[in-house]
């Protein structure tokens, strides 16, 4: 815990001052959206895209408004499993009118995400939550507090839900009047009508001046976050007969062409339910053979060339590997 007598020195310097004020804008600018009756992970996720706020600003964000400020109920759980279908969990909790629900899920790849789980692009967008990963469940009623008994019932459901438990969703979870609908897109801004041109007087400057000098010292700093995103998990059969060192250095010149061009982006390697971090452990396990499938996927702000890399990744996992190695060791192919 900071010390008291060190609580504030955050505030000594101008940015530390910014990020202070940018960050307590944004909490106070999302009240109206609660009392609106919209989900704060719809929100926040707009503003992470828009890069308006941070990726570390969202546990902060998330405990001020859900839990000290409209008193949702919470429950933290490391999952026990992995799970990646979502369509049961979705089809029913978006019939729970009665609560507002809202997940935080420390993601492997992409670190904090926030889920509406009535929301299926959500689901889509995670893909799966992985074992032992940690996630904190959120269950309120906007600014209307609801009973404890209904969001513990709400709560409970949802993790039952999670491991395929049957049970009866609890009546008083279906009637109410948070109803879910598909956020809509912001319509396009309309252009600034043009002031007609003309000279300020000279006092009117030099108040301008002094205002605009004012603001530039509590201007919030920009975000530096970045709103990333993750692609869907892509299928690469092996059709060579045994995924040996040939194949692995053939993925290795590929991605590593990929991550030339597009130094930004992130590929992932995954394989039977495990992230691969070391491609070799592929040939060294021995058991990626032939109809084996790899899966990949690819994150960062801007992606590009998905469909190319995936060619790529087929030929190399192919009799064809070979093509990826009539060249120096150290070459670096110029695939993209």
């Known amino acids: ?25 944004a909490v106070s600018s999302l009240l109206g959206d ?6 704060l ?7 992470l895209t828009e890069k308006e706020i941070e990726q570390n600003q969202l546990a902060p964000i998330l405990y001020a408004l859900l839990v000290d ?3 949702y109920r919470f429950v933290s759980h490391n999952m026990q499993q992995t799970i990646s279908d979502f369509s049961v969990i979705h089809n029913e909790l978006k019939r729970w009118n009665a609560v507002d629900l809202v997940i935080s899920y420390h993601h492997p790849e992409l670190g904090l995400c926030v889920i509406n789980p009535k929301n299926q692009d959500h689901w889509l967008f995670i893909q799966s939550l992985k074992k032992n990963e940690f996630l904190t469940i959120y269950c309120g009623g906007f600014e209307k507090e609801i009973e404890e008994k209904t969001a513990s019932a709400a709560i409970n459901r949802l993790l ?3 491991y395929d438990k049957k049970g009866k969703t609890p009546e008083v979870l279906l009637k109410g009047s948070f109803t879910y609908s598909k956020p809509k897109p912001p319509a396009p801004k309309k252009p600034a009508p043009k002031k007609a041109a003309g000279r300020k007087p000279k006092q009117e400057k030099a108040v301008e001046k002094k205002v605009k000098e004012k603001l530039e010292t509590v201007q919030p700093a920009p975000a530096q976050g970045k709103a990333v995103r993750m692609t869907p998990l892509y299928a690469i059969q092996v059709t060579n007969e045994l995924f ?4 692995v250095e053939a993925w290795k010149k590929a991605i590593q062409s990929y991550k030339v061009k597009y130094p930004a982006l992130e590929v992932y390697i995954f394989y039977d339910g495990e992230k691969i971090n070391d491609i070799n452990t592929l040939f060294k396990w021995g058991k990626v053979k032939h109809g084996s499938s790899i ?3 690819v994150a960062g702000e801007e992606i590009k060339d998905v469909a190319k890399l995936k060619r790529y990744l087929y030929q190399g996992a192919s009799p064809r590997f070979e093509d990826f190695l009539r060249f120096p060791v150290n070459t670096v192919l110029k695939l993209f």
Do not use: C, P, T
Not at 1 to 12: A, D, G, I, L, T
Not at 244 to 247: E, F, L, R, S, V
């Open 1 to 25: 815990m900071v010390s008291q007598k060190y609580r504030y020195e955050h505030f000594f310097s101008r940015d530390g001052f910014n990020k202070s004020l940018g960050h307590f804008q």
């Open 34 to 39: 609660i009392n609106n009756k919209v989900n």
């Open 41 to 47: 992970a719809e929100v926040l996720n707009e503003l």
């Open 69 to 71: 400020k409209f008193s």
């Open 160 to 162: 039952g839900l999670f």
């Open 244 to 247: 040996h060192n040939g194949n």
């Open 295 to 297: 899966l990949f996927s």
